[in-house]
């Protein structure tokens, strides 16, 4: 089946513009995270919706960063007033959840580049 | 909180020898899971192998193995017969079964396979 999906794959922006990630996890999934991967570091987690639940928004770096996801399935990662350190590679993930799978292992998408010029 | 320690920044191998990656793992969570991922060059994260905590018997998937010492904390990953496709990075990560489901990831591991 279909596997998570991101895009764009590539985003180049200038430094105080508006950006837009989107994701779409893998149906069926409840739980979706958002992460950021800087070059050559590991992943720093953002935010976590599961179900209906309001979103744990417990690593998201400035306020310049929102989430959302609507009907419980694609969900749109907003930065604001974009700054060079915001440059990596934004990945999102989904998995189900104890109870929903047997391991609930995250399923990754390729990720989307971004460039703050 | 949970912490994840992957003490090895990089690792060479020679094809089709054994490696064992190291990963060990703090927390005060009375259930979780350990979890391994794979990261080549191409950037996308694979789901390489699952560890519950209170499972009985290392968890095996085809050449990759989980050494996993509860007592000790450690979740080693082992890969057996080690092929020119196996060099990556590679990540360690723990997510609580209860309350908040977010894993941690440790800082990786750059495995090289030398032909």
């Known amino acids: 089946g279909a596997g998570v999906s991101q895009s764009p794959s590539n985003k180049v922006t200038e430094k105080g513009k508006d950006v837009e990630l989107r994701c779409d996890p893998i149906?069926?999934?409840?739980?979706l995270y958002w992460y950021r991967q800087s070059l050559g570091q590991g992943l720093e987690f953002l935010i976590y919706f599961q179900g209906n639940s309001a979103p744990d928004k417990s690593g998201l770096p400035s306020d310049r960063f929102s989430a959302e996801r609507t009907g419980g399935s694609v969900s749109t990662l907003t930065i604001q007033r974009t700054q060079q350190e915001d440059s990596a590679v934004y990945l999102c993930a989904s998995s189900f959840v104890p109870g929903q799978g047997a391991s609930y292992e995250q399923y990754f998408g390729p990720g989307t580049r971004l460039t703050v010029t | 909180a949970q912490k994840i320690t992957q003490t090895q920044p990089g690792m060479f191998v020679q094809e089709k020898e054994a490696v064992t990656l190291d990963c060990t793992y703090d927390t005060s969570d009375p259930s979780y899971g350990l979890f391994w991922y794979k990261q080549p060059s191409s950037g996308e994260m694979i789901f390489l192998i699952y560890?519950?905590?209170?499972?009985?018997q290392n968890a095996t998937e085809g050449r990759y193995s989980l050494n996993f010492q509860k007592a000790r904390k450690s979740a080693n990953l082992v890969i057996s017969a080690s092929q020119l496709g196996d060099s990556a990075m590679y990540f360690c990560?723990?997510?609580?079964?209860?309350?908040?489901?977010?894993?941690?990831f440790g800082r990786g591991t750059s495995l090289i396979v030398h032909p």
């Open positions: 560890q519950g905590s209170y499972d009985q």
């Open positions: 990560a723990m997510r609580p079964s209860g309350g908040s489901y977010i894993p941690t």
């Open positions: 149906s069926g999934h409840t739980a």
